[in-house]
């Protein structure tokens, strides 16, 4: 697999320019960076820069690799003739910004280049190139088809046909907007691998009409939906990380399909122990609490297992410990970190993967 990474204007004074904006990294360490995860992920990637329009509309054109990540710059906001560009060529586009535009000047919000993506990654630094490598990756895996359940634009999810039984990914991110399901989307491909169908849900966050009870109520019409995708299912287990854990453990009590083992990864299980704890969501804590989300995590009777790394600096790991003590529910500890719960190739996963087969 080849994928050309095409960086815009001004791209070329990262490390320089506004530091505590884009990071310290310089287009060079970028690039570097870029050509292992594509090794990494078994494909090989091409990168240019430049400060000019036609010099990227020109390496579009000419492109003949299976995908582009474009970091189109400030053209992102004018450039109808890049878009039209990507519009013309035939394998996936994905958009990346290193900031978070959604939080920044109003103009910046606003990107003529999205409509012609099939994903936009925005505001988790550089690494949004990884993960946008990595997306690709997975398009490519196999075929998936992505469903509406509810109102909303961000009422979707993406199935994959394994043939037994049904496994729903629920993504984590702390309700930030900046956090898609594109992150739970590795173990989506991975558990399609082994023969379960994979249901991998979006679902609205803070700032795009979620957090309570816009989320949780969001994840709940996702689970009521699981009759209309047309599958003849053995039994519905849940994955969740992070946030997306508390959602579940909220949502799979109430919800009408017959939900029969959660495995949550990491999950936020006290809002108000993180809400005081300073951590990375601790603001969005406070906020869910404020609008009267429930303070502690309660799955009900629901087969639950509790997955957390000893390593977790965003979630700390008394999280899943008190509640395993408080609902008599299995844990499982690691020494990963929290975003390494998202590895498939992690010793843990078999672990989880094992727990989903006794469950399906």
Same mark, same amino acid.
């Given at each position: 697999?080849?994928?050309?990474?095409?960086?815009?204007?001004?791209? +070329?004074?990262?490390?320089?320019?506004?530091?505590?904006?884009? /990071?310290?990294?310089?287009l060079?360490?970028?690039?570097?960076?870029?050509?292992?995860?594509?090794?990494?992920?078994?494909?090989?990637?091409?990168?240019?820069?430049? +400060?000019?329009?036609?010099?990227?509309?020109?390496?579009?054109?000419?492109?003949?690799?299976?995908?582009?990540v474009?970091?189109?710059?400030?053209?992102?906001?004018?450039?109808?003739?890049?878009? &039209?560009?990507?519009?013309?060529?035939?394998?996936?586009?994905?958009?990346?910004?290193?900031? +978070?535009?959604?939080?920044?000047?109003?103009?910046?919000?606003?990107?003529?280049?999205?409509?012609?993506?099939?994903?936009?990654?925005?505001?988790?630094?550089?690494?949004?190139?990884?993960?946008?490598l990595?997306?690709?990756?997975?398009?490519?895996?196999?075929?998936? =088809?992505?469903?509406?359940?509810?109102?909303?634009? =961000?009422?979707?999810?993406?199935?994959?046909?394994?043939?037994?039984?049904?496994?729903?990914?629920?993504? $984590?991110?702390? #309700?930030r907007? =900046? #956090?898609?399901? &594109?992150?739970?989307?590795?173990?989506?491909?991975?558990?399609?691998?082994?023969?379960? +169908?994979?249901?991998?849900?979006?679902?609205?966050?803070?700032?795009?009409? $979620?957090? #309570?009870p816009?989320?949780?109520? &969001?994840?709940?019409?996702?689970? &009521?939906?699981?009759?209309?995708? $047309?599958?003849?299912?053995?039994?519905?287990?849940?994955?969740?990380?992070?946030?997306? $854990?508390?959602?579940?453990? #909220?949502a799979?009590?109430?919800?009408?399909?017959?939900?029969?083992?959660?495995?949550?990864?990491?999950?936020?299980?006290?809002?108000?122990?993180?809400?005081?704890?300073?951590?990375?969501?601790?603001?969005?804590?406070?906020?869910?609490?404020?609008?009267?989300?429930?303070?502690?995590?309660?799955?009900?009777?629901?087969?639950?297992?509790?997955?957390?790394? /000893?390593?977790?600096?965003?979630?700390?790991?008394?999280?899943?410990?008190?509640?395993?003590?408080?609902?008599?529910?299995?844990?499982?500890t690691?020494?990963d /970190?929290?975003?390494?719960?998202?590895?498939?190739?992690?010793?843990?996963?078999?672990?989880?993967? =094992?727990?989903?087969?006794?469950?399906?």
């Open positions: 697999m080849r994928v050309l990474v095409l960086n815009g204007p001004n791209l +070329n004074l990262l490390g320089s320019r506004e530091p505590e904006v884009y /990071g310290s990294e310089t060079a360490d970028l690039e570097q960076s870029i050509s292992g995860w594509g090794k990494a992920l078994g494909i090989e990637t091409e990168t240019l820069q430049s +400060n000019h329009e036609g010099a990227l509309i020109d390496a579009i054109q000419q492109h003949e690799d299976d995908g582009i474009i970091n189109p710059g400030a053209l992102t906001h004018t450039s109808r003739a890049l878009a &039209d560009a990507l519009r013309s060529v035939e394998g996936p586009v994905v958009e990346v910004h290193i900031s +978070n535009v959604k939080d920044r000047e109003a103009w910046r919000a606003e990107s003529v280049i999205s409509d012609v993506c099939v994903l936009t990654i925005y505001g988790r630094g550089v690494s949004g190139y990884r993960d946008a990595r997306h690709l990756a997975n398009r490519a895996a196999g075929p998936f =088809e992505t469903f509406r359940y509810g109102p909303h634009g =961000e009422n979707v999810g993406d199935l994959r046909r394994g043939g037994q039984g049904l496994v729903v990914l629920i993504h $984590g991110g702390f #309700w907007q =900046e #956090w898609q399901r &594109d992150t739970t989307e590795s173990l989506a491909v991975d558990l399609t691998g082994r023969g379960f +169908n994979t249901w991998n849900i979006e679902y609205r966050r803070i700032g795009k009409g $979620g957090g #309570w816009g989320s949780a109520h &969001d994840v709940l019409m996702a689970l &009521d939906f699981i009759p209309q995708l $047309g599958l003849e299912v053995s039994g519905i287990v849940v994955v969740a990380h992070s946030a997306g $854990g508390h959602l579940a453990l #909220w799979v009590r109430r919800s009408r399909a017959e939900v029969s083992q959660v495995v949550a990864m990491a999950p936020i299980t006290d809002l108000g122990q993180h809400a005081e704890s300073g951590m990375y969501g601790a603001a969005e804590a406070r906020l869910l609490l404020e609008s009267g989300a429930p303070p502690v995590s309660d799955p009900g009777h629901i087969a639950t297992t509790l997955v957390h790394g /000893g390593n977790d600096r965003h979630v700390p790991p008394e999280h899943s410990s008190e509640l395993a003590v408080r609902g008599g529910f299995d844990l499982i690691t020494s /970190g929290h975003f390494d719960l998202l590895d498939p190739e992690r010793d843990h996963w078999s672990r989880i993967v =094992e727990v989903i087969d006794r469950s399906i």
